[in-house]
T-cell receptor, first 116, second 109 residues
Framework: GAVVSQHPSRVICKSGTSVKIECRSL??????MFWYRQFPKQSLMLMAT?????????EQGVEKDKFLINHASLTLSTLTVTSAHPEDSSFYIC????????????FGPGTRLTVT | EDQVTQSPEALRLQEGESSSLNCSYT??????LFWYRQDPGKGPEFLFT???AGEEKEKERLKATLTKKESFLHITAPKPEDSATYLC??????????FGAGTTVTVRA
């Protein structure tokens, strides 16, 4: 149980284009979903927290107009990187809390974004 | 501000050589301390949650313990498949996780 999927697993896009990453909880309803980014040999940095049906809360220094988050249902959240630039290249990982369950966050497999 | 420090940064073990990883933390209002395993190019895999000092949890060759200031992850008689980066994270009242930088464990056969 508590499986989280992400799609796509890898994406290469050209500078200036937008990319959408999906995060789904497959076998549970998620109270809250979280988006992280991870640079090589570094730990996870929280970007934003989203609850179903409400606006995402962004961490300090994260541009909300660049990283658009939509949490349309209790099992789906999307992250759109708008007007991507090479410095946005990173490993993006989502996680989710089980609704009504303990506070553990279960993570997706991650999406490797490369902007050329 | 919540702080999580993991040591050592890297650990090279011979198969069967037991060792411990340390996670020291400062947090206001600890809701839980989490251990995750992360393989290269993958998302973190949940291992344990510890909620209060004195608590211990075990899973196969791994055992996690918690005090008021730190947590230890003990690896008993490790195998090569235990090679991974082990991440520690603390959760405060806002439910957000603050991660340490991780300990990369390499187990040689």
């Amino acid at each position: 149980g508590a499986v989280v999927s992400q799609h796509p697993s890898r994406v290469i896009c050209k500078s200036g284009t937008s990319v959408k990453i999906e995060c789904r909880s497959l076998d549970f309803q998620a109270t809250t979903m979280f988006w992280y980014r991870q640079f090589p040999k570094q730990s996870l940095m929280l970007m934003a927290t989203s609850n179903e049906g409400s606006k995402a809360t962004y961490e300090q220094g994260v541009e909300k107009d660049k990283f658009l988050i939509n949490h349309a249902s209790l099992t789906l959240s999307t992250l759109t990187v708008t007007s991507a630039h090479p410095e946005d290249s990173s490993f993006y990982i989502c996680s989710a809390n089980v609704r009504g369950g303990p506070y553990e966050q279960y993570f997706g497999p991650g999406t490797r974004l490369t902007v050329t | 501000e919540d702080q999580v420090t993991q040591s050592p940064e890297a650990l090279r073990l011979q198969e069967g050589e037991s060792s411990s990883l340390n996670c020291s933390y400062t947090v206001s209002g600890l809701r839980g301390l989490f251990w995750y395993r992360q393989d290269p190019g993958k998302g973190p895999e949940f291992l344990f949650t510890l909620y209060s000092a004195g608590e211990e949890k075990e899973k196969e060759r791994l055992k996690a313990t918690l005090t008021k200031k730190e947590s230890f992850l003990h690896i008993t008689a490790p195998k090569p498949e235990d090679s991974a980066t082990y991440l520690c994270a603390v959760q405060a009242d806002d439910y957000k996780l603050s991660f340490g930088a991780g300990t990369t464990v390499t187990v040689r056969a």
